[in-house]
């Protein structure tokens, strides 16, 4: 073709060029467009960890499971909370997740906000302790306490269970917000631990001269 013939057409006396868009030009057009199309299924449809968001939940998670392989899976009952309460590690990981998820209602040391004081002696929804980890997980008040069965562990909702029963009048009366519900029993005693026994030497062990 030849790359000065004109165009049949004109406008207000200009006519152009038929000049094509050299090959290249057209293929990098094409490639943005696969380009495009294998990226955005990359990050839209992709394997998890692909944002630093991403990335930070995967590792959380990951952290959160090596802890949680030592500890073992947790029964929301009075004899387990109890027990983490005297955990400072179970307590840490309790800690965690409640200065994550709880503080915009009960704020940071649980003296309260929307929701209430969870540093005094009085409990709306909670008559014993295992009813703080029922709370936690389905909920209350026609949902102002949202359920957090679906977006915590089973073993998270344990431990901030045992968290906020360790609160339980930390603050004075003038440090939070003002009680709601009523007074409750005390808590019951931790569980006694059985100390662990080292392994005996093979000969103590039969009773058999070594």
């Given at each position: 073709m030849d790359n000065n013939s004109l165009m049949n057409h004109s406008y207000d006396g200009i006519q152009e060029y038929d000049n094509p868009l050299p090959g290249w030009w057209k293929w990098t057009f094409v490639g943005t467009i696969v380009f495009s199309v294998l990226y955005g299924m990359y990050w839209h449809v992709g394997a998890p960890g692909r944002t630093l968001a991403e990335r930070y939940d995967v590792e959380l998670d990951?952290?959160?499971?090596?802890?949680?392989?030592e500890i073992g899976?947790?029964?929301?009952?009075?004899?387990t909370i109890m027990l983490a309460t005297t955990k400072k590690g179970w307590l840490a990981i309790g800690k965690s997740v409640f200065r994550t998820n709880c503080i915009s209602c009960h704020g940071k040391d649980g003296e309260g906000k929307v929701g209430p004081n969870l540093a005094d002696d009085v409990y709306k929804n909670v008559k014993k302790v295992e009813d703080l980890a029922?709370?936690?997980?389905?909920?209350?008040?026609?949902?102002?306490m949202p359920a957090w069965a679906n977006r915590l562990q089973g073993n998270e909702v344990v431990l901030v269970a045992a968290y906020v029963a360790s609160l339980r009048n930390t603050l004075a009366a003038d440090q939070g917000k003002g009680p709601e519900g009523s007074e409750?029993?005390?808590w019951p005693e931790p569980p006694a631990e059985e100390p662990e026994v080292p392994p005996a030497e093979s000969g103590e062990a039969t009773g058999t001269a070594a």
């Open positions: 990951t952290n959160m499971r090596l802890q949680f392989a899976d947790l029964t929301p009952d009075a004899d029922r709370v936690i997980a389905s909920g209350a008040g026609n949902g102002a409750i029993a005390p």
